[in-house]
DNA sequence: CTGGATCCATGATGATACTG
DNA sequence: CAGTATCATCATGGATCCAG
């Protein structure tokens, strides 16, 4: 007697390989999205909607019930409250260096400044900005800078002469050495087009003392990497 | 005016983040396999059909088109030759660390052993080994090991105490310390099943000196990983 | 308002067979 | 050896609607 194969066997390599059972519980289209967006904190349904500019509501909840049954992601949902937050468990957590490594290929590779129009999430940039930092191991000292956008959470991103690291700030608990304050759009343009950052465009402002915003300013000439791949438009 | 959008653009996420970026080149079903069987070297058609067990050579066609026009992969024709070799590009090549902490990742969370019929390529158990004892820091000394399959290439396992590399052997050049000659599915099981590996299956040979031999199993005994994910069975 | 569910259209993938 | 051709199926996107 034949079994029946349900979708999940379907979309199964079959193969003793542990990329392919990797990919199989990641390598949906949408999959890995879901857990770099969760990889900075526990999210609600519509804070991941809002991150995933495109994604329909009946994909994203089927992401995140197969994600679910997978074991990588855990769901608070509480009786009473209106609220569901997705988390990752330390499986998921484990897929960072994964995520990272990937984030950093498509730098090197595909990098290239925003089209006008296209949706730039500041956690998105920042996180490119951090791991750049992070993997060319740019020294500023001990530094502190936070993020303002309106319409998203505030970032804090820090470096101690060796870790960068990235954090949503939702309070701004404590002083920056720069404040950046900017729209999604206008961040997304100066932190990756170096021309911009002498020029002091007028949408993004810079607060701090003018050492700290030069050491800020010397630091990220490091991002975007300069694009050595050639473009590929057919 | 609403412009045409072709299939390109349909499966492109449309948001300024790498990660994404990346995603669109290589997030298709199959394509990160084929440049996981093309990191060990140049391949005709027909090789990779061979270690993807289960694509159709529609689909494998349309993936190598794809990456061939991504700039991922690069394609000798020789005029007058039948074979058509396929080989990275280093934009390709540069995709080996995202593909080995992914495949570590499988490694440690979905690691069980090989069904009966389950296609095991003996590339790919291999890998996994290489990758483990790489990870695990595995010092053995000076060795080299090389693996017979039939009906697939020879490959060479060696360590020189800080790192392991895997190599296809095609003509078996210099002398090993130990030789194992199994088939397919005999490989995956031996590798992967500590119990088997004392009581010397009759489907596996291990030829050497006797102290190699025990280095040999010695070392493999990192491999695969404990388990220590609890298994989704619904 | 959040957190979805439903219906339909389409395109990507799979199964199978065949060819230069 | 290196693919094509044809047909069937399933996943995803778009749009809309709904319950707490």
């Given at each position: 007697m034949i079994e029946a194969v349900n979708a999940r066997d379907t979309r199964?390599?079959?193969?003793?390989c542990m990329l392919a059972k990797a990919l199989e519980r990641v390598g949906d289209r949408w999959t890995l999205l879901v857990v770099r967006d969760l990889l900075s904190g526990p999210k609600r349904f519509t804070d991941l909607m809002d991150r995933m500019a495109g994604i329909t509501p009946k994909t994203l909840t089927q992401r995140l019930r197969d994600l679910e049954a997978d074991g990588l992601v855990e769901v608070d949902r509480v009786a009473g409250r209106r609220e569901v937050w997705y988390r990752l468990s330390p499986a998921g957590q484990d897929l960072q260096p994964a995520l990272e490594e990937l984030l950093l290929w498509g730098l090197r590779h595909v990098a290239e400044p925003p089209r006008p129009d296209e949706p730039a999430h500041p956690e998105h940039v920042l996180r490119a900005l951090q791991l750049q930092l992070q993997r060319e191991a740019v020294?500023?000292?001990s530094v502190r800078w936070t993020v303002h956008v309106r319409g998203a959470d505030n970032y804090v991103l820090t470096g101690d002469g060796t870790r960068w690291e990235l954090r949503i700030d939702p309070y701004g608990e404590r002083t920056p050495d720069v404040t950046i304050t900017a729209t999604r759009s206008a961040l997304a343009r100066f932190l990756t087009t170096p021309a911009l950052r002498d020029a002091q465009p007028q949408d993004v402002e810079l607060a701090g003392k003018p050492a700290a915003i030069r050491t800020f300013l010397k630091a990220i000439?490091?991002?975007?990497?300069?694009?050595a791949g050639p473009a590929q438009n057919p």
């Open positions: 199964s390599y079959g193969h003793f020294d500023a000292g000439e490091v991002f975007p990497p300069v694009a």
